[in-house]
């Protein structure tokens, strides 16, 4: 009957949360112990385990974390907007983050509607542009209402072409633009004739070599499998994609050889890919998002599906609550700039990007990219840290994406709103900076924290449909009981 | 353009740099005094035109290629323009060899610490009441054991904590208690104890340490010490943790003799202890502290008034000697206290009539109230046996007085007396200036978790109070025991010497110290 006899004659081991002397008294007797470093939860947290209709938390919460880590991520060709990514009909420009109007959009996001508009040719000017979206001339939507994600501005517009990126597992598809590169580009804001004319570009060129050429392969380019090994290979696959984009042009280059006609415009795909580092980051996301998708609308289920900013807000949604977006203001971003620029030109956080620490990389496995440890405060040794308490707030550890550096232990994964509440430990982000105004494209990079509001309020929302008569010190918490 | 600003570049051949160091580097430049821009960037053609834009190229700075670093600085003045320059170049040459910060980041919650160290299988939980329920439930959730420390969590919890580990075959030890010992390691606070055949499960936690280190002090051994917390065996928890444990070590094949100790527990819950006791034929010897000699014992249980009686039991049973002799034996020696009482009355003056005992042990200070209520008219306490015999001011003692220091108007925002004697020290020198008080008792209580030297705290302070009596009226007496086994951090024959050095009778148990200072008191 009884299994305490079970832990008899077993070696002891000891987690011990509290006075640090028990701790030390413990390992004087040679016993393996690990101290936590608890901290009182910064605000008064319920102890949720079971909503009121009966739903699991802890179960919801394996549920989805099952269904991230399982999926798959594949890329099986491209295509223009409007005739995969449901929705896009008319006059629509789909944008990172929350739902915001133009009202309330910051610069960058104004800059990439305003050069939408010119590429659409809905505008003949940047004035013309401004007058009609301002007007209410476009409908503008969050792309992950339409399967989609968008670093930075995350404009899209109908005749863009966009990644697909397919999950076979759950039958499902993600969608997302391709790189532009560096400088002066849509997805910081900016709008100059080069910026659409190197969409334009996009599209006639790169687009079909591109389309042709991932199409030939059987069963497409699987992303999954470079994240994992891109971060293998110092990438954390949000702010540096150095290796993923290697991979990835390793992968299709030998297809878009035998796909293209044309010497000349095989060699400009190319260079192209090659030049630009982050390639990879609009496959990477797409990836992340569709892997994460699947995680969505589990009754009572506590793990965050989306983090996302549109450069004015913050905005989370978690799987229990779908469709439901929990915002706060965007937070500034502790930076590095580029030559001539401060913290002063900076905007808010912006971008979709933050999909992919929801799925388990990016921040999550800083520990994987020490050549970029400098944005998190300058050692190898704080990557590492910055990781390990990411473990602290997520309800898993990813069986694909490992870390070399932790002995290969799995990247933390399935941000759990109760956990951020309860330490106060809000998830890490890595982000690029956008210049606050119009027109002028990224100014540097860093990283900051998701704000804690959104999480609290997240949670507050599960609480009131879920167990009320829970005690602030958790008498009404285990799986076992109902209420 | 601030008029007289100063722009000066300088260009580094094929000096390559990772962006990232130059964005820090940048940034150190530009928190200089003097300095109004700056910028070190490599010499491509975006950073360039950048560089043009802002106005930090100088029409002098020559050809650049992007393999080249370029230092560009617009300063107030030529020297402040060169010292940030030559900033630069240090700067570049530090970021070059940067040291790695040592140790790693503790894991925040228990969940991360187990993912950290799988396998783990005990949680030690001693935070403020408020969140310890909570850090219980993470724990037996992933499975684990818990010695729970923290007092005030609340009833419903811990029946609910309990209901969950009972069902999952967890032990929720506590909450409040303070002593376990598992698979010989010492949790809490814990003496170290030779491994043998008695199980003990404890509802009081000083009352396992005393037990255990009587037991191993005598050459015999714990194969585990379960804690329960003093509430559990209250109607209300209903001796959860208590049945389990006694179960529990019923089902152990190590253990072949049970002592079960409890402070006041609820009629019922012995009822049931006493019942489970009986489904095993182990000899178990029950010590209820407080509980009349009035219960059916099933065959294998005896009954024990003393944890002193409670361990020579054990002891006995387990080297199967005749427990009739061991008896004799605690009788004679009691008769000895006794006569060696009336001798150590000569040296006291007549007007000293009573005894202040300053525990630092809950359960020890308990045990000297039932011991001594048998023959002195009242003991008042701050943790009175009776109310009627509650001290109106738990700093001001009255008549025969017992203290427990570790009450919480000792310790709110102070640490326990096992851990810190200073409250002790000045609380004995208050009772020697009191010409009324014949006998200090002091409890020392060794151990993992306890003071590292305890003796040496309150050596000088036994010393001085006998000084200050002997001065006035003839002198005091200080009786003490030690708690411990020496094999404990601070080893029981030093704490020893060093109390009997200052003066004081150190007795072998604190139920021996406690009839001692009694007869002391009332020698009749």
């Known amino acids: 009957m009884t299994t305490v006899n079970a832990l008899f004659g077993k070696p002891v081991k000891v987690v011990n949360v509290g006075l640090s002397g028990f701790a030390e008294s413990l390992a004087s007797q040679g016993v393996d112990v690990i101290d936590v470093d608890f901290r009182p939860p910064p ?35 491209l295509a223009l907007a409007r005739d995969v990514i449901p929705g896009m009909n008319g006059r629509i420009l789909l944008h990172a983050g929350p739902p915001i109007q133009w009202d309330r959009m910051c610069g960058p996001v104004r800059g990439a509607v305003m050069g939408a508009c010119l590429y659409e040719g809905w505008a003949g000017s940047p004035e013309e542009a401004e007058a009609l979206a301002s007007s209410g001339g476009v409908r503008f939507d969050p792309c992950h209402h339409h399967h989609t994600v968008g670093p930075m501005a995350g ?16 039958g499902n598809r993600a969608f997302c633009t391709m790189n532009e590169g560096l400088g002066k580009v849509l997805r910081f804001g900016a709008f100059s004739p080069e910026v659409v004319e190197r969409l334009r570009w996009m599209a006639d060129v790169l687009f079909p070599a591109l389309d042709r050429a991932i199409r030939a392969i059987p069963d497409g380019i699987d992303i999954k499998a470079l994240i994992a090994q891109a971060l293998y290979m110092g990438d954390e696959c949000h702010n540096r994609n150095k290796a993923g984009t290697s991979l990835f042009l390793r992968a299709v280059a030998p297809s878009l050889a035998r796909t293209s006609s044309n010497g000349d415009t095989l060699a400009r795909v190319l260079a192209l890919i090659d030049a630009n580092d982050h390639f990879f980051l609009n496959l990477s996301m797409p990836a992340a998002k569709v892997l994460t998708e699947p995680a969505e609308g589990i009754d009572g289920c506590t793990i965050v599906t989306t983090m996302a900013r549109n450069g004015t807000e913050f905005g989370i949604r978690v799987s229990g609550l779908p469709g439901r977006w929990f915002t706060a203001q965007a937070g500034e971003v502790e930076g590095l700039f580029f030559p001539g620029f401060s913290a002063a030109d900076a905007n808010r956080d912006l971008g979709d990007s933050t999909i992919t620490e929801t799925a388990g990389f990016g921040g999550m496995a800083m520990a994987c990219a020490p050549a970029i440890v400098k944005f998190v405060g300058g050692t190898p040794q704080d990557a590492i840290d910055a990781t390990l308490e990411m473990y602290d707030i997520c309800a898993a550890e990813h069986d694909t994406f490992l870390i070399p550096n932790l002995d290969f ?13 309860e330490t106060g430990l809000s998830p890490r982000l890595n982000t690029g900076i956008a210049h606050k105004d119009p027109g002028i494209g990224q100014v540097g990079a860093g990283l900051l924290r998701a704000p804690m509001d959104c999480f609290a309020s997240a949670l507050r929302a599960i609480e009131a ?16 009981e109902e209420t | 353009m601030a008029t007289r600003s100063v722009v000066k570049t300088i260009v580094e051949k094929g000096a390559y740099h990772d962006s990232v160091v130059l964005m820090l ?26 560089l043009r834009r802002a106005g930090l190229l100088a029409n002098d700075a020559g050809d650049i290629g992007p393999n080249d670093l370029v230092v560009a600085v617009r300063a107030k003045n030529a020297t402040a323009a060169d010292d940030a320059l030559a900033e630069a170049t240090r700067l570049l040459e530090a970021r070059s060899v940067s040291e790695s910060s040592p140790g790693t980041k503790r894991p925040r919650t228990i969940r991360g610490a187990l993912r950290a160290a799988p396998g783990t299988n005990v949680a030690v939980i001693s935070v403020a009441g408020v969140y310890a329920a909570s850090q219980a439930w993470d724990a037996l959730l992933a499975g684990c054991h818990v010695l729970l420390f923290s007092d005030h969590v609340s009833l419903e919890d811990e029946i609910a904590l309990k209901a969950y580990a009972t069902e999952h075959g967890l032990l929720l030890m506590g909450p409040g208690a303070g002593t376990a010992i598992l698979n010989g390691v010492g949790l809490g606070f814990a003496n170290a104890v030779s491994r043998g055949p008695v199980g003990v499960v404890s509802a ?3 009352g396992l340490q005393e037990v255990s280190a009587l037991i191993s002090n005598a050459g015999s051994g714990i194969t585990q010490g379960i804690g329960t917390g003093g509430r559990d065996v209250s109607e209300a928890v209903g001796g959860a943790t208590m049945l389990q444990g006694l179960e529990a070590l019923q089902d152990d094949p190590a253990t072949e003799v049970i002592v079960v100790v409890s402070k006041v527990a609820s009629r019922p819950v012995i009822l049931r202890v006493i019942e489970q006791a009986g489904r095993s034929s182990k000899p178990t010897i029950l010590a209820l502290m407080g509980a009349a000699h009035e219960f059916t014992l099933p065959r294998n249980t005896v009954q024990a008034s003393t944890l002193r009686e409670a361990a020579a039991l054990a002891v006995a049973f387990a080297r199967d000697d005749d427990i009739e002799a061991v008896r004799a034996r ?19 003056d007549p007007g000293r009539r009573y005894i202040r005992g300053l525990f630092s042990g809950g359960t020890l200070c308990e045990e000297a109230m039932y011991l001594w209520t ?20 738990s700093l001001e003692s009255r008549g025969h007085t017992a203290i427990d220091m570790g009450e919480e108007e000792f310790t709110a925002g102070r640490p326990h007396p096992m851990i810190d004697n200073r409250l002790r020290v000045d609380r004995v020198l208050q009772e020697a200036r009191d010409p009324e008080t014949a006998v200090i008792l002091l409890d020392v209580v060794l151990g993992h978790g306890a003071h590292p030297d305890p003796a040496s705290e309150l050596a000088p302070a036994i010393a001085e109070a006998r000084d200050i009596a002997s001065g006035r009226d003839g002198g005091l007496l200080v009786v003490a025991s030690i708690t411990g086994t020496e094999g404990d951090p601070q080893g029981l024959s030093r704490q020893r010497r060093t109390l009997e050095k200052a003066g004081a009778l150190v007795m072998a148990s604190n139920a021996a110290a406690a009839l001692l200072a009694g007869a002391v008191a009332d020698p009749a």
């Open chain 1, 43 to 77: 605000i008064a947290v319920s102890r949720l385990s079971r909503t009121r209709s009966g739903a699991d938390v802890e179960a919801a919460n394996r549920e989805a974390v099952r269904r991230i880590v399982s999926g798959q991520a594949v890329v099986t060709g």
């Open chain 1, 155 to 170: 404009v899209v517009s109908p005749s863009m072409p966009v990644w697909i990126v397919e999950n076979p597992t759950f």
């Open chain 1, 409 to 421: 232990r799995g990247t933390p994964v399935g941000i759990d709103v109760r956990r951020v509440a």
């Open chain 1, 465 to 480: 449909q879920g167990d009320g008569e829970s005690s602030p010190t958790g008498a009404g918490g285990h799986p076992g």
């Open chain 2, 25 to 50: 580097v940048t940034r150190d430049l530009m928190a200089r005094e003097g300095v109004l821009d700056a910028s070190v960037v490599m010499g491509n053609d975006m950073n360039l035109a950048l």
């Open chain 2, 204 to 206: 009081a936690g000083t």
């Open chain 2, 330 to 348: 605690l009788g004679a020696e009691e008769e000895e206290i006794a006569a060696r009482a009336v001798a150590l009355r000569q040296g006291i």
């Open chain 2, 374 to 393: 048998k023959r002195l008219d009242q003991v008042w306490s701050n943790a009175p046996i009776d109310n009627a015999s509650r001290l109106p001011d």
